[in-house]
């Protein structure tokens, strides 16, 4: 597509916006009502954002020029971090991490379940392809050197017996080809010696003639057949890439490749422009600000008959005095306060305590209340605002249909850096005035025999708010080394480790499409697949791929995913690391055992990971069975020390700040075996991933299938379906790649695939028993997020219990 087709798309973008943005601020406006009037207003505007992120998120993948590229950027960003206050928002309203879309909502906005679902931006990996791709050489490189090679497929060795069975056999095929094409020669020249008499007779040409009708018209109506279930969706059209989505992939690679040449040019024009303007108006300037300060520091001593008090470069420096009026507001900022102004604002402070306090009680006591509900304050909606104000200014009615090159605008740059080099020469020309008039009130303390008294200073300026909200400073414990050796040490030693690039979509999965309606009834759905996806976007993903989102959006310092064998842990942790381009840190009890031993050696473990996972953020610490440190009594046969992190987990999590880009992640087979109070002071967030239903396993075998080129109309994927429940999606491939060998997948042009063959194969594996799902299901019940939900509902219970018997005794 054009350049006119994304400015268009932007545009339109940028309407949707601003309905968002008003529909917003309405819901923030409306303070606290009750929870049943908010859910559809929060559930229409999740939808809202998720489709802006994906249209913007289509719009910076493919727009050329740099300056608008920065907007948009500004853009996606802001609605990145508005969708996950959003999300906390429902999550704090129904008691339940899982959202499920309102019909509603998606029948107002023309939205389809999967298009409600968030998309990961392109630009987290994107735009540090180089850098994600240098770490991943380097990783490989180390344990090349340590010996470690990637696996090999292993040489077929055969015994004696087993290549003179495979010689005879093509020995023996051979001679059969020879003995076949000499029938074949006797045969022809039998035909020649006999004579070619009389010619065909009309039934035999008509026998023909039937036969080939009969095979044309059924061959065209198996195409039209075909042709009209893969327009209604009924039949997926062949796993090939055409030619036409080829050609589009190069068009979008080729304005890739032009917006790094056009961001290039304007990084050149950034600083080109900017020495021109310093080498031409630089001098101007600095005359212009020294002579009106001055000419206004004279002006002032006319009237006053002393020296100013320049003001600090913390205060604001000039420009504060002249924003100021009058003679007497002319004191520093600095200057001490009189006991009246003092108690005044003694007085003001406890007011605004008592303000805040009282307000803090409404909050808890609306908070307690079951009936109601408010909204927290949004740190994003008014940068959406501000910014899509900014591209309506700028970019909206702009003209561009003369720059069909999409270059930068050097007037703009031009404005921008002369208001940087303004303030850049202020500051200088204002410690140049600071020294003169120290040395001006020097010679008039001097000439009025003041020879006692010093010169003013001027003083530093007092902070008047509360206490800076400063993290505490580690002690490093590896000052003089680089961070390359930190990283090769943590690689060799296997706590940094190389994954395999999956993406998140490929976590096959339907989400669960009545799950609103059964709220509205007072039932708990459970989650499906599809809504697991969707949840580890929203606090993995989506969180850690943005500096600016993962700083100022709630947030999500862990996560517990739990699940049976072959559900899927290993392949999200493998997901988020793809998807943000994160190093995965492995803190697993078994791959720590014998390395860094002793006290000291776990203090140095855990600031190098620490150390490290900040320095190459964004960042996973990963720790296979999680359950294992918090277990009350340890197998004898267990000799990997699990309990060794046990004090310092909880550590490690406060340790991440909102500025890092760090997330821990546990995953856990059996977490009902640990001690509960521990586990969940570890883990903010819990994922259960829960059995998958028939839904998602048809949707699997018919995505794998289609993928294989088994797909077929003999192939009943509905009995194949049902015939696969209470098996995990792990156990189902594994059981496919049991069937479809190498030579199997030859015949399948012949001989098509049958359900009753990957039956048999999954007869052979371990299906997850009653005994396993129940004993997960008593334990999702322990969960704080759970708990929380259900003495919420025993107060309500409680509430209209308490209305029943009011009515029953006022009648």
């Given at each position: 597509?054009?350049s006119?087709?994304?400015?268009a798309l932007?545009?339109?973008?940028?309407?949707?916006?601003?309905?968002?943005?008003?529909?917003?601020?309405?819901?923030?406006?409306?303070?606290?009502?009750?929870?049943?009037?908010?859910?559809?207003?929060?559930?229409?505007?999740?939808?809202?954002?998720?489709v802006?992120?994906?249209?913007?998120?289509?719009?910076?993948?493919?727009?050329?020029?740099?300056?608008?590229?920065?907007?948009?950027?500004?853009?996606?960003?802001?609605?990145?971090?508005?969708?996950?206050?959003?999300?906390?928002?429902?999550?704090?309203?129904?008691?339940?991490?899982?959202?499920?879309?309102?019909?509603?909502?998606?029948k107002?906005?023309?939205?389809?379940?999967?298009?409600?679902?968030?998309?990961?931006?392109?630009?987290?990996?994107?735009?540090?392809?180089?850098?994600?791709?240098?770490?991943?050489?380097?990783?490989?490189?180390?344990?090349?050197?340590?010996?470690h090679?990637?696996?090999?497929?292993?040489?077929?060795?055969?015994?004696?017996?087993?290549?003179?069975?495979?010689?005879?056999?093509?020995?023996?095929?051979?001679?059969?080809?020879?003995?076949?094409?000499?029938m074949?020669?006797?045969?022809?020249?039998?035909?020649?010696?006999?004579?070619?008499?009389?010619?065909?007779?009309?039934?035999?040409?008509?026998?023909?003639?039937r036969?080939?009708?009969?095979?044309?018209?059924?061959?065209?109506?198996?195409?039209?057949?075909?042709?009209?279930?893969?327009?209604?969706?009924?039949?997926?059209?062949?796993?090939?890439?055409?030619?036409?989505?080829?050609?589009?992939e190069?068009?979008?690679?080729?304005?890739?490749?032009?917006?790094?040449?056009?961001?290039?040019?304007?990084?050149?024009?950034?600083?080109?422009?900017?020495?021109q303007?310093?080498?031409?108006?630089?001098?101007?300037?600095?005359?212009?600000?020294?002579?009106?300060?001055?000419?206004?520091?004279?002006?002032?001593?006319?009237?006053?008959?002393?020296?100013?008090?320049?003001?600090?470069?913390?205060?604001?420096?000039?420009?504060?005095?002249?924003?100021?009026?009058?003679?007497?507001?002319?004191?520093?900022?600095?200057?001490?306060?009189?006991?009246?102004?003092?108690?005044?604002?003694?007085?003001?402070?406890?007011k605004?305590?008592?303000?805040?306090e009282?307000?803090?009680?409404?909050?808890?006591?609306?908070?307690?209340?079951p009936?109601?509900?408010?909204?927290t304050?949004?740190?994003?909606?008014?940068e959406?605002?501000n910014?899509?104000?900014?591209?309506?200014?700028?970019?909206?009615?702009?003209?561009?249909?003369?720059?069909?090159?999409?270059?930068h605008d050097?007037?703009?740059?031009?404005?921008?850096?002369i208001?940087?080099?303004?303030?850049?020469?202020?500051?200088?020309?204002?410690?140049?005035?600071?020294?003169?008039?120290e040395?001006?009130?020097?010679?008039f303390?001097?000439?009025r025999?003041?020879?006692?008294?010093?010169?003013?200073?001027?003083?530093k300026k007092?902070?008047?708010?509360?206490?800076?909200?400063?993290?505490?400073?580690?002690?490093?414990?590896?000052?003089?080394?680089?961070?390359?050796?930190?990283?090769?040490?943590?690689?060799?030693?296997?706590?940094?480790?190389?994954?395999?690039?999956?993406?998140?979509?490929?976590?096959?999965?339907?989400?669960?499409?009545?799950?609103?309606?059964?709220?509205?009834?007072?039932?708990?759905?459970?989650?499906?697949?599809?809504?697991?996806?969707?949840?580890?976007?929203?606090?993995?993903?989506?969180?850690?791929?943005?500096?600016?989102?993962?700083?100022?959006?709630?947030?999500?310092?862990?996560?517990?995913?739990?699940?049976?064998?072959?559900?899927?842990?290993?392949?999200?942790?493998?997901?988020?690391?793809?998807?943000?381009?994160?190093m995965?840190?492995?803190?697993?009890?078994?791959?720590?055992?014998?390395?860094?031993?002793?006290?000291?050696?776990?203090?140095?473990?855990?600031?190098?990971?620490?150390?490290?996972?900040?320095?190459?953020?964004?960042?996973?610490?990963?720790?296979?069975?999680?359950?294992?440190?918090?277990?009350?009594?340890?197998?004898?046969?267990?000799?990997?020390?699990?309990?060794?992190?046990?004090?310092?987990l909880?550590?490690?999590?406060?340790?991440?700040?909102?500025?890092?880009?760090?997330?821990?992640?546990?995953?856990?087979?059996?977490?009902?075996?640990?001690?509960?109070?521990?586990?969940?002071?570890?883990?903010?967030?819990?994922?259960?991933?829960?059995?998958a239903?028939?839904?998602?396993?048809?949707?699997?075998?018919?995505?794998?299938?289609?993928?294989?080129?088994?797909?077929?109309?003999?192939?009943?994927?509905?009995?194949?379906?049902?015939?696969?429940?209470?098996?995990?999606i792990?156990?189902l491939?594994?059981?496919?790649?049991?069937?479809?060998?190498?030579?199997?997948?030859?015949?399948?042009?012949?001989?098509?695939?049958?359900?009753?063959?990957?039956?048999?194969?999954?007869?052979?594996?371990?299906?997850?028993?009653?005994?396993?799902?129940?004993?997960?299901?008593?334990?999702?019940?322990?969960?704080?997020m759970?708990?929380?939900?259900?003495?919420?509902?025993?107060?309500?219970?409680?509430?209209?219990q308490?209305?029943?018997e009011?009515?029953?005794a006022?009648?």
């Amino acid at each position: 597509m054009s350049s006119k087709t994304y400015n268009a798309l932007i545009c339109e973008t940028s309407e949707i916006i601003g309905e968002a943005t008003q529909a917003d601020e309405a819901v923030l406006e409306a303070g606290a009502a009750e929870k049943s009037s908010f859910y559809p207003l929060l559930s229409e505007l999740r939808v809202r954002y998720t489709v802006l992120i994906r249209r913007l998120d289509q719009v910076y993948d493919q727009i050329v020029q740099p300056q608008k590229r920065l907007i948009v950027k500004r853009l996606l960003e802001a609605c990145l971090g508005r969708l996950l206050e959003v999300k906390h928002d429902l999550v704090e309203l129904n008691l339940s991490d899982y959202t499920y879309d309102d019909d509603e909502a998606l029948k107002r906005l023309a939205v389809t379940p999967m298009e409600a679902e968030p998309c990961v931006p392109q630009y987290f990996v994107r735009e540090r392809e180089e850098e994600v791709l240098e770490r991943r050489q380097f990783v490989t490189d180390v344990l090349r050197k340590l010996g470690h090679e990637p696996v090999k497929p292993q040489p077929l060795v055969l015994t004696e017996q087993q290549a003179v069975v495979i010689i005879q056999s093509h020995e023996r095929a051979r001679q059969g080809r020879l003995r076949g094409q000499f029938m074949k020669e006797i045969r022809l020249l039998k035909e020649k010696g006999r004579d070619q008499k009389g010619e065909m007779s009309a039934s035999a040409a008509t026998a023909i003639q039937r036969v080939w009708r009969g095979f044309i018209a059924r061959r065209t109506t198996k195409k039209r057949k075909q042709q009209e279930q893969l327009l209604i969706g009924m039949e997926m059209p062949p796993y090939i890439e055409s030619k036409e989505i080829q050609r589009a992939e190069e068009v979008k690679q080729s304005r890739r490749q032009l917006q790094k040449e056009r961001e290039n040019q304007y990084q050149e024009a950034l600083v080109k422009i900017e020495d021109q303007l310093r080498a031409k108006y630089g001098s101007k300037i600095n005359e212009r600000i020294g002579d009106e300060l001055r000419r206004w520091i004279s002006e002032y001593y006319e009237r006053t008959g002393r020296l100013p008090d320049f003001p600090s470069e913390d205060a604001g420096g000039s420009r504060t005095m002249f924003s100021r009026q009058g003679v007497d507001s002319q004191l520093s900022k600095s200057s001490p306060i009189s006991s009246k102004d003092s108690k005044r604002s003694k007085d003001s402070k406890e007011k605004k305590s008592n303000k805040s306090e009282e307000n803090k009680n409404k909050d808890k006591e609306d908070a307690e209340d079951p009936y109601t509900f408010k909204c927290t304050t949004s740190v994003f909606l008014k940068e959406i605002i501000n910014t899509n104000e900014e591209y309506e200014d700028i970019w909206k009615y702009r003209d561009d249909e003369d720059d069909h090159h999409e270059n930068h605008d050097s007037e703009m740059i031009e404005r921008e850096k002369i208001a940087k080099i303004e303030l850049e020469i202020r500051n200088s020309v204002d410690e140049m005035m600071r020294a003169e008039l120290e040395l001006l009130q020097a010679a008039f303390d001097k000439d009025r025999a003041h020879k006692g008294k010093k010169s003013k200073k001027p003083q530093k300026k007092v902070r008047r708010g509360g206490k800076k909200n400063k993290k505490k400073k580690e002690k490093d414990l590896t000052p003089d080394r680089t961070t390359e050796s930190l990283f090769e040490e943590l690689v060799s030693n296997g706590i940094i480790r190389p994954y395999p690039i999956v993406s998140i979509d490929d976590f096959i999965g339907e989400k669960n499409f009545v799950g609103c309606e059964w709220r509205k009834e007072g039932r708990e759905p459970s989650p499906s697949l599809g809504d697991i996806r969707q949840l580890v976007k929203e606090y993995c993903i989506l969180p850690l791929g943005s500096e600016y989102v993962r700083t100022n959006a709630p947030v999500v310092r862990s996560v517990l995913i739990t699940g049976p064998p072959g559900s899927g842990k290993r392949m999200l942790i493998n997901a988020i690391c793809s998807e943000t381009g994160a190093m995965l840190f492995d803190l697993t009890p078994a791959n720590i055992v014998g390395k860094y031993p002793g006290k000291t050696g776990l203090i140095m473990l855990i600031h190098l990971v620490m150390k490290v996972s900040r320095l190459l953020q964004p960042a996973v610490i990963w720790m296979d069975d999680a359950e294992k440190p918090f277990v009350k009594k340890i197998p004898k046969t267990d000799k990997t020390d699990p309990k060794r992190l046990k004090k310092d987990l909880v550590k490690i999590i406060k340790g991440i700040y909102p500025e890092d880009r760090v997330l821990f992640v546990g995953t856990s087979r059996t977490p009902w075996d640990a001690e509960q109070k521990l586990l969940f002071q570890c883990y903010s967030k819990v994922v259960q991933i829960p059995r998958a239903d028939y839904g998602s396993i048809a949707l699997m075998w018919r995505s794998i299938l289609h993928r294989a080129g088994a797909l077929s109309q003999r192939l009943d994927v509905s009995c194949l379906a049902r015939v696969s429940d209470s098996y995990t999606i792990g156990t189902l491939l594994a059981a496919l790649d049991g069937v479809l060998t190498t030579k199997r997948r030859l015949q399948l042009r012949i001989r098509a695939l049958t359900a009753q063959e990957v039956a048999v194969q999954l007869s052979t594996k371990e299906p997850v028993y009653a005994e396993t799902e129940s004993a997960a299901e008593a334990w999702w019940l322990k969960t704080p997020m759970e708990r929380r939900r259900l003495k919420m509902l025993q107060k309500l219970q409680e509430l209209e219990q308490e209305n029943e018997e009011k009515a029953a005794a006022m009648k």
